[in-house]
């Protein structure tokens, strides 16, 4: 496993720093080590000099391969308005819940790209992936979340094939969020939301046609 490196995406913010740091770390090292990587022990002083001299907030990108090198690269970062709603569409590519290394963020990206090039960014947000049972995975940048009603949201398990998204784990250790099994008919009923660390929960609503 020479051929991809583990990615971690993170917000930071001049008034807070890095948002969920200790759970993107505990990710990157939890990763390195099923895949025989080696420890990143200094990937947090890594990430705090790379902001040392930031101003306004920033999307940054944290890289890992196999030999322990670590690099970061930043961007401007907008937040989503409060009350933003995303369009969700439902993917023909699918995953297979048997590949592990689906579990884990890696720059092994092509069947994400692949099920975000079937619709444009007019037609749709975000794109939503099933794995070969049709059961509800992830989407392209997202974990899901359904509200069925029970006053915790519902995410699907891991073992559908899907990565344990680092929003996902805080709202499950919070508990705001439980794992469950979700059906494409349950995502067409329910209230949906999707979110990842970088940009929080939002709103969406399923595209039917």
Not at 77 to 82: E, G, I, N, S, Y
Not at 182 to 197: A, D, F, M, P
Request: hydrophobic share 40%; net charge positive.
């Amino acid at each position: 496993m020479t051929d991809f490196s583990l990615i971690e995406t993170l917000r930071w913010q001049p008034d807070e720093g890095f948002i969920r740091l200790r759970l993107h770390l505990a990710r990157l090292s939890r990763s390195a080590r099923r895949i025989g990587f080696p420890e990143p022990l200094d990937a947090a002083a890594k990430l705090e000099e790379a902001l040392k001299d930031e101003k306004g907030q920033r999307r940054v990108r944290l890289t890992f391969d196999g030999q322990g090198c670590i690099d970061i690269t930043t961007a401007p970062f907008a937040p989503l308005p409060p009350d933003a709603v995303w369009t969700l569409r439902i993917s023909n590519t699918h995953l297979d819940s048997a590949d592990k290394l689906l579990r884990i963020k890696t720059t092994r990206r092509s069947i994400y790209e692949a099920a975000r090039a079937e619709f444009t960014q007019q037609q749709a947000d975000e794109v939503i992936l099933l794995n070969e049972r049709q059961e509800v995975c992830e989407g392209t940048i997202t974990s899901v979340f359904l509200d069925d009603g029970s006053g915790i949201l519902r995410t699907p398990p891991i073992s559908c094939g899907l990565l344990a998204g680092v929003l996902r784990t805080e709202l499950i250790c919070q508990r705001k969020a439980r794992v469950g099994r979700i059906t494409l008919e349950e995502l067409h009923k329910g209230r949906l939301y999707v979110g990842n660390s970088l940009r929080g929960l939002i709103r969406a609503t399923l595209q039917k046609d």
